[in-house]
């Protein structure tokens, strides 16, 4: 039997300086694995679903994100999902409309799933280094991956590597 080779491209790793200045331009620490993943595998790349997106662009569609959005609390602790036009119809603001920036602020983008659909990384509050899916475009809302950057990781190459031994 013929062996696979694997071939895992990410982008170059960040050095130290890089993700301290990161951190301190958004007056945050990133989830250690997240941020030794950066340090000593790669910034971006290789990944699930259309791959990882490098530090720079965690939030690369927001044009309206305020400064310290990093910095505000992630505002869930479970599943949300409510009815869009309910929403809107009582939103405070442009900012708590159903895709409002409130409802993922404390979070980067890290992948993008397909459809408008990302994966987040909550950076700030309570659920602090955990996944989440932003699939507010199909109206699911945001949820929890149950998981952390690291373990979500891991069960992608895990995953992966099933599949090539399957073929």
Same mark, same amino acid.
């Given at each position: ?61 927001? !044009? ?13 602790? @479970? ?11 009582? @939103? ?65 190459? !895990? ?9």
């Amino acid at each position: 039997m013929e062996q696979a080779n694997i071939f895992i491209s990410c982008n170059p790793p960040l050095t130290a300086d890089e993700v301290s200045a990161f951190e301190q331009k958004h007056s945050i620490i990133l989830p250690e694995d997240y941020r030794n993943f950066l340090r000593f595998i790669g910034n971006g790349g290789a990944g699930p679903y259309y791959g990882l997106l490098p530090l720079h662009m965690y939030n690369w569609e927001l !044009d309206t994100v305020q400064d310290h959005f990093l910095t505000l609390p992630f505002p869930h602790q @479970a599943a949300w999902r409510p009815n869009s036009g309910t929403i809107d119809k009582e @939103a405070l603001d442009e900012n708590h409309t159903y895709f409002g920036n409130y409802w993922v602020q404390g979070t980067m983008r890290i992948c993008h799933f397909g459809c408008g659909v990302y994966i987040l990384l909550v950076v700030s509050g309570p659920k602090r280094g955990t996944i989440w899916f932003d699939d507010r475009t199909s109206d699911y809302g945001i949820y929890p991956a149950e998981c952390d950057f690291l373990t979500w990781y891991e069960t992608w190459l !895990d995953d992966s590597l099933q599949n090539l031994k399957a073929d």
